[in-house]
Nanobody, 116 residues
């Protein structure tokens, strides 16, 4: 199982980024996927999740209306479009498989820094 996040970077407040997570080593289209983030000194928190068929998505209250999670099952990739970014969004972002067996599988994450 491999999860490779990319797309992070430094962006000014109000800017946008799109994160990508390339998955391999498991039947991607059978599982829901999620994005988490961890800011310095804070617990890792759930940001967004999407079911296996890309249907009804869910978001943390702090990102609703600004972030959009999506997936491409043919490409085995999950995305996180982040708009209207705020300094509080600064964190390392990780994708994760929504399955009990996958609890220990995490990628290296991608750093997002929102600063002027």
């Amino acid at each position: 199982v491999q999860l490779v996040e990319s797309g992070g970077g430094l962006v000014q407040p109000g800017g946008s980024l799109r994160l990508n997570c390339a998955a391999s080593g498991f039947p991607f289209s059978r599982y829901g996927m999620s994005w988490y983030r961890q800011a310095p000194g804070k617990e890792r928190e759930l940001v967004a999740l999407i079911p296996s068929d890309g249907g009804v998505t869910n978001y943390a209250d702090s990102v609703k209306g600004r972030f959009t999670i999506s997936r491409d099952n043919a490409e085995k990739t999950v995305y996180l479009q982040m708009n209207s970014l705020k300094p509080d969004d600064t964190a390392v972002y990780f994708c994760h498989i929504d399955a009990i067996w996958a609890d220990g599988y995490w990628g290296q994450g991608t750093q997002v820094t929102v600063s002027s």
